[in-house]
């Protein structure tokens, strides 16, 4: 089955630790995405990758990190820097640039 | 400023009727626009893609409508049923169109009841 995948579903971390959440998908899609949501707001765009080794910030990167090391593969690290990293991270991807998103499940991590 | 607005409050509906959501945005020249669904805990669903030189879409029982001079989308659902309802979010893709970006609305919850 083609899909995209997060993992975990759910995350915990105490206050002042990196964790970084994993995205993989292979529809073999060139674009991958990272979001934020949080409680009845809309998706807010973290990080955005075109192609392998190439990705941009958002609207909300501060805190957080990404690398594209594979065209499969986009993970993302939330930092210590991020003051408030609790919220629902979800990951998409697009055959192209402005074509539907396949998004993930999601993962809801919370810190402590 | 920019900004998308959709309705906030809840939207609740007896099932059979239509639904109607809307999509209002502010100092966006958006490429196009998308629908979403989503499902409590899980991730949006795509539905539906409309372009800035169409004014229709449809499919099955969806449309949208998209009118870039009053600066709106309206996504109907006839014939409602109970399974339709979720929250129902846009998208706008802005210009210029090859960021492949989303700006996206806080979304609208539909409820329909039996």
């Known amino acids: 089955d083609g899909g995209i995948t997060q993992s975990p579903k759910y995350l915990f971390r105490k206050e002042g630790q990196n964790v970084t959440l994993s995205c993989e998908q292979n529809l073999n899609h060139d674009a991958m995405y990272w979001y934020r949501q949080d409680p009845g707001q809309g998706l807010r765009l973290i990080y955005y990758s075109q192609i392998v080794n190439d990705f941009q910030k958002g609207d909300i990167a501060e805190g957080y990190s990404v690398s594209r090391e594979k065209k499969e593969s986009f993970p993302l690290t939330v930092t210590s820097a991020q003051k408030k990293p609790t919220a629902f991270y979800l990951c998409a991807s697009s055959i192209w640039l402005y074509n539907e998103q396949f998004f993930g499940p999601g993962t809801r991590l919370t810190v402590l | ?114």
Do not use: M
């Open chain 2, 1 to 114: 400023s920019q900004k998308i607005e959709q309705n906030s409050e809840a939207l609740n509906i007896q099932e059979g009727k239509t639904a109607t959501l809307t999509c209002n945005y502010t100092n966006y020249s958006p490429a196009y626009l998308q629908w979403y669904r989503q499902d409590p805990g899980r991730g949006p669903v795509f539905l539906l893609l409309i372009r800035e030189n169409e004014k229709e879409k449809r499919k099955e029982r969806l449309k949208v409508t998209f009118d870039t001079t009053l600066k709106q989308s309206l996504f109907h659902i006839t014939a409602s049923q109970p399974a339709d309802s979720a929250t129902y979010l846009c998208a706008l893709g802005t210009q210029p169109s090859n960021t492949g970006k989303l700006i996206f609305g806080q979304g609208t919850t539909l409820q329909v009841k039996p």
